[in-house]
């Protein structure tokens, strides 16, 4: 069965779509970004794959949340899914001269991709997992604004004069927040607590050297993310490249040796929290502090070493949640230390 490439360019309140035809885009309109829209959508891409049969194969680019309603509603038609990193769809574009840049040229530029490059299908979270993830991102939004309010309330110290009102305004948003924070964190431990095998790979994953009472569930949930997304099938090393921390050399002919870096293309809010989550543990009298030590003798710089430490973290923690067994530092103390490139 041949598939139709169905290319999105997502916005708040609409969204443009192209379908890849006879090797070429075809721009299918402008629709509002709502159930109306996506039947819409469907009744006029039905004429196209009706009479063969054909698949669809949805294209579209994460939008901070924009392009879930459609992606629900593909689900529900068992349309195929991607959701392809932007960057990587910018970096294609520019490989094939492409410079303007409109939502009907975006969309027309992402069916093409879909065609072209065939980028894997998304797959959703299990109820229970994707229940969490929203949880644990909606705790991160109370921290930030806890945090900026805070701040400024620290402020206050150095200014002269300080009205009053705005005083007990701010001090009134934190304790909403406080209590709002306090909230949701019950409510995750609560759902923890409903789901045992969530809970017991949460434990099994505490056992790596770095991986704390912070960092542990979004942790788990890359690992979901991940073993879906490849049907059971995934490697450390895809599992690497995805989060972003796959070494990108920087090299040409006999010339040019610029210092290697990280690809940086995952989710960069996972690899904050994995570099934390590794400055951290090389802190401690641990297996990873051990590995850091060893780089840093090594000559590597500290940075280096650090980020280094944070992908080793991430695929200890594949190895624990695939095999689903505690970490065992004296057998990843035994192996020989790899070439580390960052």
Same mark, same amino acid.
């Not at 959508?41 to 459609?70: C, D, F, K, N, S």
């Not at 002919?253 to 290697?260: F, I, L, P, Q, Y």
């Given at each position: ?92 574009? /520019? ?30 979270? *299990? ?61 995750? /431990? ?8 969530? !809970? ?17 569930? *979004? ?81 590597? *710089? /500290? ?24 970490? !065992? ?14």
């Amino acid at each position: 069965m041949s598939t139709q490439f169905l290319g999105v360019d997502m916005a708040k309140d609409t969204f443009d779509a192209a379908l890849w035809v006879n090797d070429q885009a075809q721009w299918l309109g402008t629709f509002p970004n709502t159930l109306a829209g996506f039947q819409d959508l469907q009744t006029r891409i039905l004429p196209q794959t009706a009479e063969t049969g054909e698949t669809i194969h949805l294209i579209v680019e994460p939008t901070g949340g924009y392009e879930l309603a459609l992606v629900n509603f593909a689900c529900e038609q068992r349309w195929q899914i991607s959701l392809p990193n932007p960057k990587q769809v910018r970096d294609w574009a /520019k490989g094939q001269g492409r410079r303007a840049k409109t939502d009907q040229q975006d969309a027309m530029l992402l069916a093409k991709y879909g065609a072209k490059e065939q980028p894997r299908l998304w797959s959703p979270l *299990p109820e229970a997992v994707a229940t969490l993830d929203d949880l644990l991102r909606r705790r991160d939004d109370l921290e930030l604004m806890l945090r900026q309010e805070r701040n400024r309330q620290s402020a206050f110290d150095s200014r002269p004069v300080v009205s009053t009102s705005v005083q007990a305004s701010v001090e009134q948003v934190i304790r909403v927040l406080e209590e709002a924070l306090q909230s949701i964190e019950r409510t995750i /431990k609560q759902h923890m607590h409903s789901h045992p095998d969530l !809970d017991r790979a949460a434990k099994l994953l505490l056992s790596v050297p770095g991986i704390g009472q912070k960092t542990v569930l *979004p942790i788990l949930v890359v690992m979901i993310r991940w073993h879906t997304l490849t049907d059971g099938q995934g490697v450390a090393k895809g599992l690497v490249a995805y989060v972003g921390l796959d070494p990108q050399p920087n090299e040409s002919g006999t010339s040019v040796r610029k210092r290697a870096t990280i690809s940086r293309m995952g989710n960069r809010v996972v690899r904050r929290k994995l570099f934390m989550a590794a400055l951290g543990g090389v802190r401690g009298n641990n297996a990873l502090q051990h590995f850091y030590r060893r780089l840093v003798g090594r000559g590597k *710089p /500290k940075m280096v070493a650090l980020v280094a430490a944070a992908r080793k973290l991430l695929v200890w923690a594949w190895a624990v949640f695939r095999t689903q067994t505690a970490f !065992d530092p004296a057998r990843h103390e035994a192996q020989p230390l790899l070439k580390c490139l960052t």
